[in-house]
């Protein structure tokens, strides 16, 4: 990305510049930990890479294509397929059972069910260990547990990045310790880059990078 | 689990329909109230209507054409007017003697073939004098082509006694009649018709008593054949109007008019001639339209409104659809869906509680005799009609709201 610049409230008195012009390259492949301290435009930038959000100016390539002049549907179309989420508060759907919420974006992208998403799904579930609870409602697993769903979720498409907000924020030592190791393992045996915005100085000392946001400029 | 082929859309709407169980469950019990009242009433009205219907036609034909009336004009006119001059003539209305319609085989042949037309009867009627002994009794009489004025006014479902087999020498007459002259079937009767040097009379036959279901008609009312009536009143070869009946009964003034137009015979439908009639009718039909409309308003809103507080409670499961790549015309749809669905399950039940309210009603409205105080129809188009104008109403309420999903920034639902 090059000049990136994120303002909310354009043009009215009260403008304001949360990026203030960012360039940043990340590597395919690459682990990286997003720090800093809140407010400092983490989850912005985040959102901005992930194509939830479009920057105020600057340029954005992810997987070498430019998002600049896509429109809403081409970007929808890009996210399904090259980005994975997992968010803080781990965010399944609750009416629907741990498979079936790791099942929801191979639907949503080919439209109708297939037994082929089902076996994908169960392999993902397996990959994080949950197989015994894959019939579960999402709402009654445990946080830790949710959050590992949501991982399995976010690799359903096969993506090239996976983008991590915080999902360490609110769990205990242990659980995130699960998570953060999936993560890793996921990036080293798929080669899926990672952007892990994390405020655990710990965790973000074991990635390979380390970018750090303050004011809405990089340092580091 | 998901079922293999099933739309996405189609999972997720159902999916939570069923987690948000009391809306659910409360707007379709809100859809199917208002559908079953919409069904009940139009069935209730429908048979209503098509009874009174049915009462006033059974006994009269739809469209009656009738000869011109007699118009009487002062002799001195145009020409021989005296120019500077007005003249206030005054003009006595003429007598209506009894004549037939002009040419009137042409023109049954012509009406005949119509495509809106049924049936075409050709009639003589007149007044009459029925004497029997001492009584005389002033009777109308109808001279009748039985196997076409039949198709008509059916008498034989009418009939008392006898036969309505009317040959030369025969009538039929009506119970007050046959009573207040002491006769019954094969007894004769003198007629009378006419008065001065055109009187005629002749003897003719009872052979069948019927039951118009009015007293006045059942003492007045007399059919013989076509021929008999013909000479007895005058008329040799004539007919004083001719009876036609229509395939669509609302659309009998239209076709009276056209025949008006095309034969120049005066012809007038049951429309004008049962006029307040009529227009209670219509009134009914008008009260009846705007009250589906309003309860099927009811619904939209009904609809649209719990859809709205669905896309609110949804907002943080919309944003993670987004982020996964669901696209705004799938979240559109999954609303829209999930508006249809509402509908078609509430009319579903509105249409079963309708039928349940209608087969009661009918067992327990009832005549004094015990028959069911009229015929009411379950026409399934009404059903059919009801699932599809309701579904369409779920779509279409459930725009708004579904729009509104659709258009959610996936960041603020997501953070919200």
Not at chain 2, 236 to 260: F, K, M
Not at chain 2, 358 to 363: A, F, H
Request: aromatic share 6%; charged share 15%.
């Amino acid at each position: 990305m090059r000049g990136l610049r994120k303002a909310y409230n354009v043009g009215l008195p009260f403008e304001t510049e949360v990026l203030h012009g960012l360039d940043l390259t990340v590597l395919r492949g690459e682990f990286c930990a997003v720090v800093g301290p809140s407010g400092s435009g983490k989850s912005t930038l985040l959102n901005i890479v992930g194509l939830l959000d479009r920057p105020t100016s600057g340029t954005l390539e992810v997987c070498g294509e430019a998002t600049t002049r896509l429109d809403d549907q081409a970007l929808t179309r890009l996210r399904g397929h090259s980005i994975g989420f997992v968010f803080q508060y781990h965010h399944l759907i609750t009416a629907f059972t741990a498979l079936e919420n790791v099942m929801m974006p191979m639907l949503g992208a080919a439209g109708f069910a297939n037994p082929a998403m089902r076996v994908r799904a169960a392999a993902l579930i397996a990959s994080v260990g949950l197989t015994a609870w894959q019939d579960n409602l999402a709402g009654n697993l445990s946080g830790g547990q949710q959050q590992r769903v949501a991982i399995a979720r976010s690799l359903a498409m096969g993506p090239a990045l996976l983008l991590a907000d915080e999902p360490t924020g609110n769990l205990d030592t242990k659980s995130a310790d699960e998570v953060f190791a999936l993560l890793r393992q996921f990036n080293s045996e798929q080669g899926t880059t990672v952007l892990f915005v994390t405020h655990n100085a710990e965790l973000a000392g074991r990635c390979d990078k380390t970018i750090e946001v303050i004011d809405g400029r990089l340092t580091g | 689990m998901f079922s293999t082929g099933a739309p996405f859309e189609w999972i997720v709407a159902l999916r939570f329909l069923r987690e948000g169980r009391l809306q659910t469950v409360f707007i379709i019990a809100g859809v199917a109230i208002g559908v079953a009242v919409i069904v009940f009433m139009s069935a209730l009205m429908a048979g209503l209507q098509s009874n009174f219907i049915r009462r006033v036609l059974s006994a009269s034909a739809h469209i009656e054409l009738l000869p011109p009336k007699e118009v009487a004009r002062p002799l001195r006119q145009g020409a021989m007017a005296v120019p500077g001059e007005l003249e206030g003539a005054i003009v006595q209305a003429p007598l209506q003697r009894l004549k037939s319609i002009d040419q009137w085989q042409a023109v049954a042949a012509q009406i005949e073939a119509m495509p809106q037309v049924l049936v075409v009867a050709p009639v003589a009627a007149g007044s009459a004098l029925v004497v029997r002994g001492s009584a005389t009794r002033a009777i109308t009489l109808t001279g009748i082509a039985p196997e076409l004025y039949f198709q008509i006014v059916d008498l034989q479902d009418k009939l008392v006694r006898g036969s309505t087999r009317l040959l030369g020498s025969d009538i039929l007459i009506g119970t007050e009649l046959a009573s207040e002259l002491g006769v019954g079937v094969g007894d004769k009767l003198h007629i009378t018709a006419g008065a001065g040097d055109s009187a005629a009379s002749t003897l003719l036959t009872i052979c069948g008593v019927f039951d118009l279901g009015n007293k006045g008609a059942n003492l007045r009312s007399t059919y013989v054949a076509l021929r008999t009536a013909q000479s007895l009143l005058g008329l040799p070869g004539g007919v004083s109007s001719i009876a036609v009946t229509v395939r669509d009964v609302y659309a009998a003034e239209t076709v009276a008019r056209q025949i008006a137009a095309a034969t120049g015979v005066q012809s007038d439908s049951w429309i004008t001639t049962n006029a307040q009639f009529f227009t209670a009718v219509s009134a009914q039909t008008t009260a009846n339209t705007a009250i589906r409309f309003f309860v099927g308003l009811s619904v939209a809103f009904g609809i649209a409104s719990v859809l709205a507080v669905v896309v609110v409670q949804k907002s943080r499961e919309i944003g993670i659809l987004r982020a996964m790549g669901i696209s705004r015309a799938q979240i559109l749809r999954l609303f829209l869906l999930q508006g249809g669905l509402l509908a078609l399950a509430g009319s579903l039940l509105g249409s079963g509680i309708g039928a349940m309210g209608l087969v009661l009603w009918q067992r327990l409205a009832k005549n004094a005799d015990g028959t069911p105080l009229f015929a009411l129809v379950m026409d399934p188009q009404l059903f059919g009609a009801a699932l599809l104008l309701a579904t369409l109403t779920g779509l279409v309420a459930a725009f708004a709201p579904a729009r509104s999903a659709a258009r959610l920034d996936p960041v603020v639902a997501i953070r919200g």
